[in-house]
């Protein structure tokens, strides 16, 4: 009491009352009033810090007795601090140090930086520790170690960088995800004393050295990722773990064989050993391992007979590309793997006649690639499953094919003998089209794990960040068909040449053959040392370029585009844009004239001029077109992007709100550039793409911006927000009731289903989500963001963003392997139906996350399922609509992608057209997804209250 009295601000004689009148709330506020001075001292620190986003929460001088948002306290001390997602920025006080009791800290999910304070070690009683998802930079304080109650510590997707401090003292740890940092040094051998772990991710990190012998005393370990560092020697004895679920190894530099315990490992699940150094042979036992639905041993050199396999019956995926096997035919009793989406046996030895069985005894197969073999013979194409979608068989002896390539697959011959036939009637099937990304022929950079600011990339010659010029050139006659890492090599050197620079400074992002005998590479060319572009430099580099000259070994070429560098440019480059676009004063006469009716606003500087010409060149090849807007444009109509016209923010970008001069309503997204930075002609391909999807359950797009780093996408305003914000939004918003709720489920299905299977590009969103589905003036839904992840390519920043896709609604196969078919789309279609019957979401973080999908499967096993039915939603609940929405959420959510219905197949359930199947067992839920893990080597975004 006095305590509090001392506290209390002048002007505060009310509060006596205040609480006499608060008594009967026992149950929401805490027992004892006032809080312990040490506790408002460190609590006024982080209010003093972090007073932008959390004043409007927390006011009042005493934590535990008001409505602080995020304190949670127990006899007036404050033993929880709930601040996860809740946009803090900037580094974290050391006053924290001061709250001694608390038990849970929750920091995760915001744009915290500076080193984690040694102070924390100060937490004694700290149970469970988040900072996931934030910059925290600097070694891990050496302080944690104090930290012996600590059950959870959640460090991953940060910044940190290495050596790992000791951590023996953390007894009682049974969870530790330290993924997706810079650390460096050895993983300890301490590690083998924190004798409960159960849980130990220490993924996408640098660490080097051997694994520690010690893990084999971890008996409880059910999870070990260590997948994506450096590690290297043999893999030690595991064969104590008899827990042990989920094994994850790949890309690392381990050698030795393949340790055939593993195969004996009672439990195990699953086992990631791709793009190690493995060797020997493939030890028999892992036939054993029924359960593992992925067998990826690719880019290792294992070697000798391959063993039975059969018994591996739950597999989805097998990749044995680039070993040493040499296997001559394909094994017969691979026939037996009915679940087979992925066959990967690219330079695998095989020779003899194609089997045609391959194309047509995997119901699921969407993928088969025989790469580099010595097939031969006639290719029987007559008979394929109607899933298969690649069918690769280039540089191979292929002399013949039968029958004809349905609409459906892509089949790639390219480097066999039919393909030097002139009368053979299909070369386009002999075009290499598969791109080569950078990825497939080179190693990373070992510094790839630093993340470059917007616009800038790592350069090669020294690992920093840096501006680089960007372009792409077009190789107009190429001898070769395939590109590797000496053809690569050897184009970067022959370019530095004609540019007159070290071949360091020269960067072959990407090559893909475009048709036959044409290549289109883009190249980043980085600064000198000093990091600085100088005017002349860049002219004079713009004009070796044009001049076209050939390239030794690589024929002739012609620049494409090229895009100047941003930032650190000594001199203005006036002379840039004129060049890239290469339109002459004449031209840009008639523009004048013929453009003149775009025109809304009053006058254009020459260079939006040029812009504009460039885009509309582009587009005249498309039969739709969007609206072009320049930047100046879109500036003007959101008032110069002003925080109030801001209406969300999405994995892609920032959404706000526009007028357009006739006073119609447009939303903008602002793309994230760096992200973004993709030649111009692609990006404007997509768009146009996007443009020509026209659906009334889709958000209709209607134009885009372009320029230099930015990228906007104009779309129709779409009245009431997301479902997301409706949903779960502020409480005073309008409350769905059954009917609206139920015609919500069958638009988005249309939608989606329109999507998948009707519009001319097969689109897959990969990003379903409350927050993504909009709802118009009439609660209409209509599906925002679709075809954005085609806009983001595969690693063309340093920033992973494989797996596009948002906690609680990620399927398993796309976020673990990046597995992606519709399937994927439907998982997340399934999340969001139990969203919109629940009315929660599809995760609750709190002291446990809960997950929404969990929860559901709990309560079909304990066939209570009705109870997850929204109470507000009595009144006008039709029971057997909902029962059906629910049986087809969780049919869509199977964890098996071949179990989950089409989309159509989803409309005419949900509208009940067709039976729903029993639903089968096995729910889709991976705890794990929810920690940012993938085995793509990518975070998965998570911003679970975006909208557009
Ligand atoms: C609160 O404090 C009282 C007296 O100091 C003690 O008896 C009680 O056990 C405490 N309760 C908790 C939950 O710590
Ligand atoms: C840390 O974050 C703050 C606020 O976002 C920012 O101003 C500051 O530059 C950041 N510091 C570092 C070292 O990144
Ligand atoms: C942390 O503990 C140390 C010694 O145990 C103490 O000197 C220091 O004041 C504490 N820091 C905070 C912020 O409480
Ligand atoms: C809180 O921590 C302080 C310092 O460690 C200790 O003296 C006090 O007893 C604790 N209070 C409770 C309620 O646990
Ligand atoms: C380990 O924990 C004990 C008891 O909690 C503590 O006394 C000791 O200082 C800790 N050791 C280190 C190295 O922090």
Same mark, same amino acid.
């Given at each position: ?17 205040v609480?006499?009148l608060m008594?009967h709330c ?11 001075a040490?506790?408002?001292?460190a609590?006024q620190?982080?209010l003093?810090n972090w ?10 001088s005493d934590p ?12 007036g001390?404050v033993t ?11 580094p ?5 140090g001061?709250l001694?009791?608390l ?8 744009n915290l930086?500076?080193t ?11 149970s469970t520790?988040?900072?996931?998802m ?13 930290l012996s109650?600590?059950?959870q510590?959640?460090?991953?997707q ?6 790992l ?11 530790l995800?330290l993924?997706?940092?810079?650390i ?19 993924s ?12 084999n005393?971890l ?13 290297s020697?043999?893999i030690p004895?595991?064969?104590? /773990?008899? &827990?042990?679920?989920y #094994?994850? =190894? +790949?890309? @690392?530099?381990?050698? *030795?064989?393949? %340790?055939?315990?593993? !195969?004996n ?5 699953n086992?990631g050993m ?14 054993? /391992?029924? &359960?593992?639905?992925? #067998?990826? =041993? +690719?880019? @290792?050199r294992?070697? *000798?007979?391959? %063993?039975?396999?059969? !018994? ?7 990749d044995?590309?680039?070993n ?19 066959l990967? =046996?690219?330079?695998?030895?095989l020779? *003899?006649d194609?089997p045609s069985w ?5 119901p ?5 690639t025989f790469n ?5 013979g006639?290719l029987?194409i007559?008979?394929?499953n109607?899933?298969?979608?690649l069918?690769? =068989?280039?540089?191979?002896k292929?002399?013949g ?5 349905p609409g459906?697959?892509?089949v790639?011959?390219g ?5 030097k ?8 099937l002999?075009?290499l ?7 497939t ?11 470059c600011?917007q616009?800038q ?6 690992c ?19 590109f590797?890492?000496?053809?690569i ?6 370019l530095?040449?004609?540019l ?11 090559a ?10 883009d190249?980043?060319v980085?600064?000198a040392q000093?990091?600085?572009?100088d ?7 713009e004009?070796?370029?044009r ?11 012609r620049l ?14 006036s002379?840039v ?5 290469g ?9 004048i004239?013929s453009?003149?009716a775009?025109?809304f606003?009053r006058r ?10 460039g885009v509309?060149?582009e587009?005249?090849k498309h ?15 959101t008032?110069d992007?002003s ?16 007028l ?5 309503k447009v939303?903008?997204?602002?793309l994230?550039?760096s992200?973004?930075?993709?030649g ?6 997509e768009?146009?793409i ?7 359950n ?8 372009i320029?230099?780093?930015?990228r906007?996408?104009?779309y ?16 005073n ?9 139920y015609n919500?489920?069958i638009?988005?299905a ?5 999507l998948?299977?009707d519009c001319?590009?097969r689109?897959i969103h ?11 003036k009439?609660?209409q839904p ?5 075809g ?6 595969d690693?063309?920043?340093h ?9 609680g ?8 392997y990046?597995q ?5 789309d439907?998982f997340?279609?399934?999340?969001v ?23 559901a499967?709990?309560?079909y096993e ?9 109470s507000?939603l ?7 609509e909902a ?7 969780l049919?869509?959510t199977q964890a ?8 159509p ?5 949900l509208?009940g057209?067709?039976e ?8 889709g ?5 929810m920690m940012g ?5 990518s975070s998965?975004e ?6 557009y």
């Open positions: 009491m006095i305590i509090g009295l001392a506290l209390a601000k002048p002007g505060m004689g009310a509060r006596p009352l609480w006499f008594l026992v149950l929401v506020f805490p027992v004892k009033a006032f809080t312990e040490a506790d408002v001292t609590l620190a982080l003093e007073k932008s986003v959390l004043s409007t929460n927390w006011s009042g535990c007795g008001s409505y602080w948002r995020g304190v949670y306290c127990s006899n001390t929880r601090l709930d601040l996860g997602a809740r946009g803090l920025a900037g974290v006080p050391a006053a924290i001061g001694a009791n038990t849970i800290l929750f920091l995760h999910q915001n930086n500076g984690i304070p040694s102070e924390i070690g100060n937490l004694t009683s700290l520790l988040s900072l996931y934030n910059g925290f930079t600097g070694q891990l304080p050496s302080s944690i170690n104090r109650n600590l059950q510590l959640s460090l991953n940060n910044l940190l960088v290495g050596p401090p000791e951590l023996s003292n953390l007894t009682s740890l049974t969870r995800y993924q997706n940092n810079h460096t040094g050895s993983i300890p051998s301490s590690i083998g004393s924190i004798k409960y772990l159960q849980t130990l991710y220490l996408d990190n640098l660490f080097s050295g051997p694994l520690p012998p010690s893990i005393n008996s409880l370990l059910t999870t070990l990722y260590v997948d994506h560092n450096v590690l020697g043999a004895d595991l064969s104590a /773990l008899k &827990s042990l679920q #094994l994850w =190894l +790949q890309d @690392n530099q381990f050698t *030795g064989a393949i %340790p055939s315990e593993l !195969g490992l009672p439990s195990l699940q086992l791709e793009n190690n150094h493995f060797t020997g042979s493939l030890p028999d036992t892992i036939n054993q /391992l029924s &359960s593992i639905p992925y #067998l990826f =041993l +690719q880019n @290792n294992l070697s *000798g007979p391959l %063993p039975d396999l059969s !018994g591996l019956i739950n597999l989805q995926g097998l044995l590309t680039n040493s096997f040499v296997l001559g035919s394909v094994p017969t009793w691979l026939s037996k793997m009915q679940n087979l989406i992925t990967n =046996l690219v330079n695998c030895g020779t *003899g194609f391959l194309t047509h005894s995997f699921a197969m969407t993928t088969a580099l073999n010595q097939f031969n006639t029987d007559s008979n394929v109607r899933n298969l979608t069918l690769s =068989l280039e540089d191979n292929i002399s094919l039968h029958g004809t390539v459906f697959i892509s790639k011959l480097g066999n003998p039919i393909c036939s002139v009368t053979f009637s299909q070369p386009d002999c075009d089209s598969s791109g080569y990304g950078p990825r022929w080179r190693q990373d950079l070992s510094c790839s794990k630093l993340i600011q616009g990339s790592l350069s090669p010659e020294n920093t960040c840096m501006y680089p010029l960007v372009f792409n050139i077009i190789l107009i006659s190429t001898s070769f068909s395939t590797n890492a000496p053809r090599g050897g184009l970067e050197s022959q530095a040449g004609q007159k620079i070290t071949s360091d400074r020269v960067w072959v992002q990407s893909n053959f475009t048709s036959l005998n044409q290549t289109v590479a190249i980043l980085f600064p000093s990091g600085f572009w005017d002349s430099e860049v002219s004079f580099i004009s070796q370029l001049s076209g000259k050939s390239l030794t070994g690589y024929g002739q070429y494409q585009f090229l895009a100047p560098p941003q930032g650190n440019i000594r001199k203005t480059l002379k844009l004129p060049i890239v676009l339109v002459t004063l004449s031209l840009v006469a008639i523009l004239a453009s003149i775009l025109l606003w254009y500087r020459n260079k939006e001029f040029l812009l504009r010409y509309q060149q587009f005249a039969s739709l077109q969007p609206m072009f807007f320049t930047y100046h444009d879109a500036k003007m109509i008032n992007f925080q109030s016209n801001k209406l969300g923010e999405g994995g892609f970008g920032e959404v706000f709100k526009g357009l001069p006739d006073g119609t939303a903008l997204k602002r994230y550039a992200r973004s930075l993709q111009t002609h692609e990006f404007i391909n768009v146009t996007i443009t020509g999807v026209l659906h009334r889709l958000v209709k797009l209607i134009g885009c911006c320029e230099e780093t930015e906007i996408l104009i129709e305003f779409v009245e009431h927000n997301s479902l997301y914000h409706v949903l779960f939004g502020s409480s918003g309008p409350i769905l009731d059954w009917p609206c709720r919500i489920a638009g988005t249309r939608g989606l289903a329109y998948h299977d001319e590009t689109i990969r990003d379903i989500k409350a927050s993504n589905i909009l709802l118009d009439n609660f209509k599906i925002a963001d679709f954005l992840a085609r806009l983001f390519p690693g063309a920043s920033v992973s963003t494989r797996v596009a896709g948002t906690f609604y990620v399927a398993p196969e796309y976020g673990l990046g992606l078919t519709e399937k994927a439907v997340s279609f399934g999340v139906m139990l969203e919109l019957v629940s009315g929660k979401k599809s995760v609750t973080f709190g002291a446990d996350y809960v997950l929404l999908l969990e929860w499967w709990q309560l304990e066939n209570r399922l009705m109870e997850l039915v929204d507000t009595k009144p006008t609940l039709k029971e057997e029962k059906r929405v629910i049986d087809v959420a049919l869509c098996m992608a071949t179990k989950r219905p089409t989309m197949q989803v409309v005419a359930m509208v057209e067709r729903i199947r029993d639903v089968p067992n096995a729910p839920v991976m705890s794990e997804l893990k993938s085995r793509s080597s998965v998570a911003k679970p209250e975006a909208s």
